[in-house]
């Protein structure tokens, strides 16, 4: 009764759907930290905007994409990386920003140039931050990648959807236990590498 | 305070005996006995680590004693409930701890409040308080202390410690975090206060100068051991060991009194403290509160013409300084200290000047010096 | 455009329906977070074992963890209501614990000093000087709840989740749009507001 291919299939899909997203929304997210500690405008701004479109449910974020690009694997793609862009370019760039003023004085005393801060002196100390901000966007990704399978991308939403859809709750669940498991694993598994990192600096 | 509450009205003696405390494998104080005596002002001096402020804090038992009794007039204050007691004492730290979220009537009448007075004896007790502490109670009484320089707020930190009239206040290092003149002119005013209050007070300090300007008598305490504990006068003539004679430095000045001018122990004039004699007092005020110092000398023309203190701005906002300059002995760099010392001694003035061809420094008067011209 | 969209579904009902859940899951949150906190503080052990629980749920995907309580509360208000709690008590257990153990040093020896009792230090010192942080979990409380209250619509909970999955069974745009954007704004309101609040308080109570 219990079809392990479809399932097998509808958690591969998701994780390829949420950690896609992740990965483009890190290669955006990290140089734009590093372009806004250059220039305050774009900074501000961008945090404005971050603060704000935080705020807003993912599932209105989800629909939105919609009649904007219609709906499909790439939608959903779009849809989970506006939701975690944010969120990771803040903490990164914060991280980058907060260094201890101590530091980048002595930096420069000895040569260094401003990229050259960035990549020995800022980076390692925004370490943990940064970190931080990726554990927290997985997290969101594959909540927002389960949401997005009413907009056709399929995955482990699906299963959940049609579940519901039909009242057969065990359909919903043979959907809803895998993210379960996925979302603690991805928390523990997390957590354990910031201990690490968090020892190390 | 409700008179159950009330545990002792006059400190006559508390004995300390042989007071030991351990923190796993390190002995912060070790069998340490003294004597203090009801009205005294006993200090406790010593290093960082000579266990003073520990012992301190064993007397209202904010650290537990682990070996020895401490008797507050014959009682043992371990047969106190240690909330009760405490009410019953004055305590002062040095980082003040005024609370950030009320305003100064808040903070002082915190306990009273707890303890059910009325809101206008609490009103009427405040005021008093302040006026003692010299800050106008009217101005002060609603401000956050957000908004009080550091000296100001270690006054509101001693009224708090006073409200409820206890007859023994426990003080540690609290003038420890201020600019060095505002610290000379708050032991100034606190021994002003000292023999107003009455009361015992026990004041721990790593400051030989504020020990001698301060105390009645010294325990001098290190590695958690007391060392000596006598006046000011038997510590210079009669230092119990080498120690003690280092820090007192007693053999050193003997020998080498004649020898020093003003500039070997004067203060370097610094911008923070230099005001014109058109300014008026109002501006002053505020430059003071930023640089947090309650004193200035006013200058004209590279010429000292004077001192300013906070006080007096205070009581006088609209004049310009010229008006509220008080007169200050003057000294040249290669002048002898004895000489100085004994000009500012007669002069009753603590504070002095000194001129090269310009202006470049400050003298305070040192107590250690004073007693031994 | 929108005044027909907002006839055709209701719109005003459902944004009143949509925030009346939203308050007064927020109120059961606040009341219970609080506490938690509160009855937290100075036991360390136990606040790592409840504080790490709540934690897991925060990172079950809401969807999941509404559906997961369908079994046992059906479908619409009950487990809408019940998830949005569950999800949201941590900011505030977590801020208000964190704000209590959090407050310096210097004012809680001043206390102690003064001869004030924990039961005084805590309701006097500790308190006032942790709403900061609690404004702040709470602000992020608000945020939790209208996901997952949004999530509701698709369970028959009411509330503006459920013109928002007509509009995509229907595959209207208008509908779509014009709901979407409604509660995206009313998402930005609640949380300025709750930005506000925190601003106040930590004007009052915040130090630095």
């Not at chain 1, 927290?136 to 991308?153: D, R």
């Amino acid at each position: 009764m219990i079809n392990y291919d479809i399932i097998l299939n509808a958690v591969v899909g998701h994780l390829f759907l949420a950690y896609s997203a992740l990965l483009i929304s890190i290669i955006i997210a990290i140089p734009l930290a590093v372009l806004s500690l250059f220039n305050r405008y774009l900074a501000s701004v961008l945090l404005v905007f971050a603060n704000l479109i935080q705020a807003i449910p993912s599932f209105a974020v989800v629909a939105i994409v919609v009649p904007l690009l219609g709906i499909g694997f790439k939608p959903a793609i779009f849809a989970i990386i506006l939701r975690i862009i944010l969120p990771l370019f803040k903490n990164t760039f914060t991280g980058l920003k907060d260094v201890d003023f101590v530091y980048i004085d002595s930096a420069r005393g000895i040569g260094l140039s401003q990229l050259e801060i960035i990549r020995y002196i800022r980076f390692p100390h925004a370490f943990p931050a940064i970190f931080a901000g990726i554990k927290f966007s997985a997290i969101i990704a594959n909540s927002v990648a389960i949401l997005t399978s009413l907009i056709g991308a399929g995955g482990l939403g699906e299963l959940i959807f049609e579940g519901l859809t039909n009242f057969n709750i065990p359909k919903v669940l043979t959907g809803a236990i895998p993210a379960v498991i996925i979302a603690v694993l991805l928390d523990v598994s997390f957590s354990l590498i910031e201990k690490r990192i968090s020892l190390k600096y | 305070m409700t008179s159950s509450n009330r545990f002792f009205n006059k400190i006559q003696e508390i004995k300390i005996d042989n007071v030991t405390k351990k923190y796993g494998s390190i002995t912060a104080v070790q069998k340490v006995s003294l004597d203090v005596q009801g009205g005294e002002l006993l200090i406790l001096l010593g290093p960082s680590g000579c266990g003073k402020t520990t012992l301190l804090r064993m007397i209202n038992r904010l650290v537990e004693i682990d070996e020895g009794e401490i008797l507050i007039n014959e009682q043992n204050v371990q047969d106190f409930d240690p909330v009760l007691l405490r009410k019953n004492i004055g305590y002062v730290i040095q980082q003040i701890g005024l609370f950030p979220h009320m305003t100064v009537k808040e903070n002082i009448g915190l306990v009273p409040k707890l303890d059910g007075w009325s809101e206008e004896k609490i009103t009427k007790k405040v005021k008093e308080l302040l006026q003692l502490v010299s800050l106008p109670p009217d101005e002060f009484i609603n401000r956050r202390p957000k908004q009080l320089s550091g000296g100001q707020q270690q006054r509101i930190g001693l009224a708090r410690a006073m409200v409820m009239n206890s007859p023994l206040l426990l003080m540690d290092e609290p003038f420890g975090a201020l600019d060095p003149i505002l610290r000379k002119q708050l032991q100034e005013e606190f021994i002003g206060l000292k023999e107003k209050l009455q009361r015992t007070i026990i004041f721990v300090t790593h400051d030989i100068e504020e020990a001698f300007r301060l105390g009645d008598r010294i325990a001098i305490l290190k590695d958690g051991k007391l060392i000596q504990l006598a006046t000011k006068n038997e510590l210079l003539v009669n230092p119990a060991s080498d120690f003690i004679s280092d820090i007192v430095d007693s053999k050193q000045k003997f020998r080498h009194l004649d020898n020093l001018t003003v500039k070997d122990i004067m203060l370097p004039l610094e911008e923070k403290y230099i005001f014109q004699l058109s300014q008026t007092a109002e501006s002053a005020i505020k430059k003071m509160k930023d640089a947090e110092i309650e004193f200035g000398v006013v200058l004209e023309n590279q010429q000292y013409i004077g001192t300013i203190k906070l006080n007096q701005l205070y009581a006088n906002p609209d004049k310009i300084l010229s008006k509220l300059t008080a007169e200050v002995p003057v000294f040249k760099p290669d002048e002898s200290v004895t000489v100085a010392m004994n000009i500012m001694k007669n002069a009753n003035n603590f504070i002095g000047a000194v001129m090269e061809s310009k202006p470049i420094g400050i003298l305070l008067a040192n107590e250690l010096l004073t007693k031994l011209v | 455009m929108i005044a027909q969209v907002w006839k055709n579904q209701q719109l005003t009902i459902k944004t009143i329906e949509h925030l009346s859940m939203v308050f007064v899951a927020l109120a059961i949150i606040i009341v219970i977070g609080v506490a938690i906190g509160i009855f937290l503080y100075n036991k360390k052990y136990l606040s790592n074992i409840v504080l790490n629980i709540l934690n897991i749920i925060e990172t079950i995907p809401e969807l999941v963890l509404l559906v997961i309580l369908m079994p046992f509360f059906g479908i619409g208000y009950k487990p809408t209501m019940i998830a949005s709690i569950l999800y949201s008590i941590l900011p505030v257990a977590r801020n208000t614990y964190v704000g209590l153990i959090q407050v310096d040093k210097q004012y809680l020896e001043s206390a102690r000093a003064m001869g004030l009792a924990e039961r005084e230090i805590l309701w006097k010192i500790r308190i006032p000087l942790a709403l900061p942080m609690i404004a702040a979990g709470i602000r992020i409380a608000i945020v939790f709840v209208m996901g997952v209250i949004t999530l509701g619509g698709l369970i028959a909970a009411g509330g503006l989740g459920g013109p928002i999955q007509t509009g995509i069974h229907l595959y209207d745009r208008d509908i779509i749009l014009v709901t979407g954007l409604w509660i995206g704004i009313l998402a930005v309101l609640l949380d300025s507001i709750g930005s506000f609040i925190e601003k106040v308080l930590n004007r009052k109570y915040g130090y630095d």
